[in-house]
């Protein structure tokens, strides 16, 4: 990414944090949100989807299965917050330079540019 870029990034989300909700498998959770039509999918239909390797998930499954009509909806997946789950704000920032040739390591990135 180039300095104008991330500045362009930046102007929207410098002076705000976003909250961040972690759990474990929440990936599964975001990828069958994803997937879903707005109206939902029944979990028969998503087990027949190439997404039923989701459902083998402890918690998704757990979380499906108490769904009224068996019917998933994203804003169902997407409102699920376990009380053992960690709780971030995120901020944004950056670091790095434009180098062509670099032998320096603390830039964090993979190639020359700024993050």
């Given at each position: 990414?180039?300095?104008?870029?991330?500045?362009?990034?930046?102007?929207?989300?410098?002076?705000?944090?976003?909250?961040?909700?972690?759990?474990?498998?929440?990936?599964?959770?975001?990828?069958?949100?994803?997937?879903?039509?707005?109206?939902?999918?029944?979990?028969?239909?998503?087990?027949?989807?190439?997404?039923?390797?989701?459902?083998?998930?402890p918690r998704?499954?757990?979380?499906?299965?108490?769904?009224?009509?068996?019917?998933?909806?994203?804003?169902?997946?997407?409102?699920?917050?376990?009380?053992?789950g960690f709780?971030?704000?995120?901020?944004?920032?950056?670091?790095?330079?434009?180098?062509?040739?670099?032998?320096?390591?603390?830039?964090?990135?993979?190639?020359?540019?700024?993050?």
């Open positions: 990414m180039n300095s104008q870029e991330l500045q362009y990034l930046l102007s929207f989300y410098q002076q705000e944090t976003l909250p961040f909700h972690y759990f474990k498998d929440r990936y599964a959770f975001q990828l069958l949100a994803y997937q879903l039509p707005e109206k939902g999918n029944t979990v028969s239909e998503v087990k027949q989807s190439p997404w039923a390797f989701l459902l083998d998930k998704l499954k757990k979380q499906t299965a108490s769904l009224p009509g068996q019917r998933i909806r994203p804003d169902d997946l997407r409102s699920y917050l376990p009380e053992d709780y971030f704000d995120m901020t944004f920032g950056s670091w790095g330079a434009y180098k062509r040739h670099r032998n320096e390591t603390w830039f964090q990135t993979s190639r020359p540019g700024f993050n």
